[in-house]
């Protein structure tokens, strides 16, 4: 159904891959981020689609609606937010900044909570993950485990008790080919609470050596840049399971494939990721 129209990392479905050479440091990787997205802006092919899905060309105009450009600044993006969706974003942050225990603005203690999900994924509780898993070896259990873990350290367990609340199918992981968008880039949500997450983009290595930039953070595995795709899809998950009326159809969300500012502000504040790449930090 095209009105269930899924929400995917990333809008590229070609896998730029940048020349750099080796021993670019780590600080480079904000310039690399900022120079991927000009490349995607320059690249960028209209994402409206007349008629098709929720998301087309005839969202309603407010000011400054449709003023929506990739790549703007926050300080920028952030005055396209009505004060009534603000206000309903704000309050919502601070009821997950209470359960989770820290503040985004806090660093030290994000880099902490994606170390104890690492950690949690790979203890046998957790699913025992592999660093460099094989698409074909995850099991859903493993999925779900892994899922629950970002959920859990990052929404401090609000976003499950909101589903549970709402009598909305549990958020669950799939790990294939989405039926509605077998080109979709890494991963996508469904209206049904479903991530789809696309295996076939899953059996490059990420490692040490070939570490792959996933929204600004620097990941060194390929169960890292994993976890932190499940994130920017809680952020989507988010929305739509306390926001209804703002995914359905807010000029401030629905613009660029639904990575409008709202999007933008709350994937900030939760995952601490910014802007909408992943992007190889070295062409091995
Ligand atoms: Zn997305």
Redesign the pocket.
Known sequence: MDSNKR???GHRRDNTVLPLAAGVAVVAASCLTLFVKALLKRNSKPTQKQGKGREGGSAPKSPGAGAYVRGMREREYVRLIPDVEMLSLQSLLRRIQKARGWQFRDDAARDQAWARVLATAQSAAGGAWPLDFTPNDVTPEQLQALCDAVEAEFLGGLLAEQVRRAGRPRIRVVLGVDPRDPYSWLSGLHEDNTIFVNSNRWREEVSQDNPLVFEGALCRSKLEALAHTLG??LT?AVVLNFFPAMDASSPAYTPDD??GPV?MWLNRRLFGHVG?ASKRLFNT
Do not use: D, P, Q
Request: aromatic share 10%; no cysteine.
């Open positions: 929400r995917h990392v920017h899809e989507h639904k990575h999007f909408h």
